[in-house]
């Protein structure tokens, strides 16, 4: 009983958080421009600083777990194969199949996967978390562009170009890449730099779960609900299941095994609903995914944070 408290004080937090957004959003205290620019804020400002800080910060060589990088990538690879034959043994429409095959794997790292590995581990679970997350952000991305663009073939080549050059200038990877370089080359961050940055990454975390809770609408879950059920099942079942599998087996263990499985298990990106307008998905389908995939991730959090600890004990 008490561990199963310990695993709530993590994941119920987070989802008050997001209650929070939600009620704002319903009593008009948030409003649909004021969340435009949260979103902007901590898209471009308020997240990439806390990336850079913490990774910059950190002993990279102590930190950075070569084989937790290169299996979580596996993993993402075999979810996408695995989705994508999915959409062609049910002989989907191009658009659905994109759609599907994006929201089966694409993680809301930035703002859920952050949030539930701060809470189970700490800074120190931030940080490791934040260096993972600058390795697989563009590894979602690109296979995110190519479950997109294949099922159209050459119809929206040009799109998915679009796509990869915004890709290239991403704040999130570039700020886990200058953080990962700060921190390799062991720099010094002024004092003055270092208390700012402590008080403006403050507010990250935070606001991300609020902007969460205020986007999220029951009025979104339409179209095809079977597909959006099983897409939530490959996103928060399967996928931490297939992660907690490949890791143990790489040798991954302790607190860098529970990153790996908290990331799998992050709920659909709120960006793919965005992708899939932009590139010729079922929008509606993805949006679908997005608000069931988070509300399921509450159960499935608290599931596999339990059996983590079970495991480790």
Same mark, same amino acid.
Request: one cysteine or more; a positive charge.
């Given at each position: 009983?008490q561990?199963?408290?310990d695993i709530a004080?993590?994941?119920?937090?987070v989802f008050?958080v997001?209650?929070?957004g939600?009620l704002?959003r319903?009593?008009k205290v948030?409003e649909?421009?004021?969340?435009?620019?949260?979103?902007r804020?901590v898209f471009?400002? $308020?997240?990439?600083?806390?990336l850079f800080?913490k990774?910059?910060q950190?002993?990279f060589?102590?930190?950075?777990?070569?084989?937790l990088?290169?299996?979580s990538?596996?993993v993402?690879?075999?979810?996408f194969?695995?989705?994508?034959?999915?959409g +062609?043994?049910?002989?989907?429409?191009?658009?659905?199949?994109g759609s599907f095959?994006? %929201?089966?794997?694409r993680?809301n790292?930035a703002y859920?996967?952050?949030?539930? !590995?701060f809470n189970?581990?700490?800074?120190?679970g931030l940080t490791r978390?934040?260096?993972?997350?600058?390795?697989?952000?563009?590894?979602?991305n690109?296979f995110a562009i190519l479950a997109?663009?294949?099922?159209?073939?050459?119809?929206?080549r040009?799109?998915g170009?679009?796509w990869l050059r915004? +890709?290239?200038?991403?704040?999130l990877?570039l700020?886990?890449?200058?953080?990962i370089?700060? $921190?390799f080359?062991n720099?010094?961050l002024?004092?003055?730099?270092?208390r700012? +940055?402590n008080i403006?990454?403050g507010?990250?975390?935070p +606001?991300?779960?609020?902007?969460?809770?205020?986007s999220?609408?029951l009025?979104?879950?339409k179209?095809d609900l079977y597909?959006?059920l099983a897409?939530?099942?490959?996103?928060?079942v399967?996928?931490?299941?297939?992660? !907690?599998?490949?890791?143990?087996l790489?040798?991954?263990?302790?607190?860098?095994?529970?990153?790996?499985?908290?990331?799998a298990?992050a709920p659909?990106a709120t %960006?793919?609903y965005i992708m899939?307008?932009?590139?010729?998905?079922?929008a509606?389908?993805?949006g $679908?995914?997005?608000?069931l995939?988070?509300l399921v991730s509450?159960?499935?959090y608290t599931?596999?944070?339990l059996?983590?600890? $079970?495991? %480790?004990t």
């Amino acid at each position: 009983m008490q561990q199963f408290i310990d695993i709530a004080n993590i994941v119920l937090p987070v989802f008050l958080v997001i209650g929070l957004g939600y009620l704002l959003r319903r009593i008009k205290v948030i409003e649909q421009p004021f969340l435009l620019q949260i979103n902007r804020l901590v898209f471009y400002v $308020s997240l990439p600083l806390l990336l850079f800080y913490k990774i910059g910060q950190a002993d990279f060589v102590a930190n950075f777990n070569p084989i937790l990088v290169g299996g979580s990538m596996l993993v993402i690879f075999l979810t996408f194969v695995m989705a994508y034959a999915w959409g +062609l043994v049910r002989r989907d429409p191009p658009a659905t199949r994109g759609s599907f095959t994006q %929201a089966a794997f694409r993680c809301n790292l930035a703002y859920m996967g952050l949030a539930i !590995a701060f809470n189970a581990y700490g800074e120190e679970g931030l940080t490791r978390a934040g260096i993972l997350m600058g390795f697989l952000v563009p590894v979602l991305n690109l296979f995110a562009i190519l479950a997109l663009t294949l099922p159209h073939r050459n119809h929206n080549r040009s799109e998915g170009k679009l796509w990869l050059r915004q +890709l290239a200038l991403n704040p999130l990877i570039l700020a886990s890449f200058a953080g990962i370089l700060w $921190s390799f080359l062991n720099l010094p961050l002024p004092v003055i730099l270092d208390r700012g +940055l402590n008080i403006a990454t403050g507010m990250t975390l935070p +606001l991300a779960l609020l902007a969460i809770g205020a986007s999220f609408s029951l009025a979104k879950l339409k179209g095809d609900l079977y597909q959006a059920l099983a897409a939530t099942g490959f996103k928060t079942v399967l996928m931490p299941l297939l992660a !907690a599998l490949l890791l143990t087996l790489f040798g991954v263990r302790g607190m860098d095994l529970g990153i790996g499985v908290i990331f799998a298990g992050a709920p659909a990106a709120t %960006a793919n609903y965005i992708m899939a307008q932009q590139l010729k998905g079922d929008a509606e389908l993805a949006g $679908s995914i997005v608000m069931l995939s988070t509300l399921v991730s509450a159960l499935t959090y608290t599931f596999a944070l339990l059996l983590l600890r $079970s495991y %480790a004990t």
